[in-house]
Each structure stands twice: as C-alpha cells, then as structure tokens.
Nanobody
Framework: VQLQASGGGLVQAGGSLRLSCAAS????????MGWFRQAPGKEREFVAA????????HYSDSVKGRFTITSDNAKNTVYLEMNSLKPEDTAVYYC???????????????????WGQGTQVTVSS
C-alpha cells in the first residue's frame, strides 16, 4: 500500500490550502486515516484523523476550528482543508492510514500502519 500526499505549498498567513492523500496498491480496509505534521527540530505531532466506519473526526487543539478532515472512503482518500493558516502551521504534513486502530490511540503515530511521503506547508507572516 502506498500513500501519496499532495497539495502543500507556500501561503500567506490567513490563507488556505487543501491537502489530499490517496492510497494505492494492495486493496485493504482501513480503520481510519489521519494527518500529522513535523516542524524542523520538533517531534511529529497529531493534526487530525477520521475513522472510516463511524465517520468521527478528531483534531488537535491547535487546529480545531480551522482545519477540516474529510474523506472518500470508496477511494481510500483523505483530505485536509486548512483555513486561517498561521506561521506556526509551517511543517511537513504526513498522511497515515491504520488497519486496526482503537479510538484511544488515534492520536499516536505508532497506531498507523502506512505513511505517505510528506508535503511541505509553509505559511509566511
């Protein structure tokens, strides 16, 4: 299974971007997909996730109200709509997919089985 993330770029503070992540390869049934980000010198942090069966969404406090995660389950594709971007949102954004996640671990990178290559998001002030 390969995850291909796209949609990153350079945007001014207050602007918007939409990231996409599509899974390809062997057909699998994900329990959910999510987005993480990693800024230079920092650890990878959870951004948002969506569970396939329930459709529930989960966000970090830092992006809640500004970012929206949606999905097309039939296509194993997840999107991240990012609005009101701030310079502190600058990071490499990674998409990830899990096979047998439970709700209590959805924010933990170790609970994901597949990872995309990352896409750079840069927000200028």
């Amino acid at each position: 299974v390969q995850l291909q993330a796209s949609g990153g770029g350079l945007v001014q503070a207050g602007g918007s971007l939409r990231l996409s992540c599509a899974a390809s390869g062997r057909t699998v049934s994900f329990s959910g997909m999510g987005w993480f980000r990693q800024a230079p010198g920092k650890e990878r942090e959870f951004v948002a996730a969506r569970r396939w069966r329930s459709g529930s969404t989960h966000y970090s406090d830092s992006v809640k109200g500004r970012f929206t995660i949606t999905s097309d389950n039939a296509k194993n594709t997840v999107y991240l709509e990012m609005n009101s971007l701030k310079p502190e949102d600058t990071a490499v954004y990674y998409c990830a997919a899990g096979l047998r996640q439970i709700l209590s671990t959805i924010r933990e990178p170790a609970s994901y089985d597949y990872w995309g290559q990352g896409t750079q998001v840069t927000v200028s002030s």
